[in-house]
C-alpha cells in the first residue's frame, strides 16, 4: 500500500473564489491595489532617502517598515495574480516553502519594527529634551538590524519542520497562497508537532511585540493627558491614533489565525484574515503613517515642483 502511494511535488492554489465569472474582476482590483502598495510604499522610501528633512529616527523606522510591507506584499501578490487568470493555478514543493518563508521573514520582521517605532513614539513625546541622545543614530541602525535578524531567520524553523510532511492524499491548498495552517489540512503526516511549533512561535511573537507597544503608547498617553496645550495634545493623539489604528488591523488579524484557541478558522474567514494582513495592511501603512504628516506632505511638494 505504501509502494501505491505517490508523493506530492505541486500543489493546487484555489485562490480566493472558484466563481469563473469573478477571475478577471478579482484580477483587475487585486492588480490595482499591488501597483498603489508598491507606489505607496517604495514612493515614502525614496522620499525619506532623498529629503535629507526626513533623515530622523522616525522616518528611519517608518522607511524600514515600508520596505517590510513591500516585501510582504511582493511575496503573495504576484503569484495570486498569475493564479487568478491561470487555469491551472500550480505551485512547487519549493515555490510553495519559498513564498511562506518570504511572508513569513516579512511579518515577523514588522512585528519588531512596530515594537520600535512606539519605543520611539514613546521617547519623542514623554522625554523630548532626551531624545537627541537616547534615539542616537546607532541605536537606530542596531534596533532596524535586529529587527530583520530576528525576522528573517524565524521561518526557517517552521519551513525546516515542513520537510519532515509528506503530501500524498491531496495536492489542493484552499486559499490563495501557500498559509502553512492550509498545508497541514493536507498533509499524509501528522502535524500536530509542526502547528505546536507555529502556535508557540506566533503567541510568543505576537504577544511580546504587542503588550510592549500597548505599555509604550500607555505611557504616551499618560503623558499627552498631562499636556496642558490643546494644539500639543491633538497632534500627539493624532500620531498615536493613526500608529494604533495601524497595529490593531495587523494584530488583530494574526491572532485571529494563529493564537485564538480552538481548531481554527473555516476555509472562508481563513481568507479574509489572510487577505487583511498580506494585502491590505501593506496597502494602508503607508497611508496611515504619512497621510496627515506634514514632514512627509511637505517633502513630496517638494519632490513634485523639483
Known sequence: MEANKTLVTEFVLTGLTDLPGLQVPLFMVFLFIYLITMVGNLGLIFLIWKDPCLHTPMYLFLGSLAFADACSSSSVAPRMLVNTIDKSQMISLLECMAQYYFFGSSATTECFLLVVMAYDCYVAICNPLLYPVVMSNRLCTWLISVSYVIGFPHP??????????TFCRSNIIHHFYCEILSLFT???????????VVFIFAAFIQSLTFMAIIVSYTGVLFVILKKKSERGRS???????????????????LFFMYVRPGSGPDQYQNKMYSLFYTIIIPLLNPFIYSLRNREVLGALRKMIKK
Do not use: E, M, Q, W
Not at 493536507?186 to 505546536?196: E, F, G, K, V
Not at 500627539?236 to 497595529?247: E, N, W
Open 186 to 196: 493536507i498533509s499524509s503526516t501528522d502535524p500536530s508537532i509542526n502547528a505546536l
Open 235 to 253: 497632534k500627539a493623539f493624532s500620531t498615536c491614533s493613526a500608529h494604533l489604528l495601524s497595529v490593531y488591523l495587523f494584530y488583530g488579524t
Open 156 to 165: 526557517i524553523i517552521h519551513v525546516g519542520l515542513l520537510f519532515r510532511l
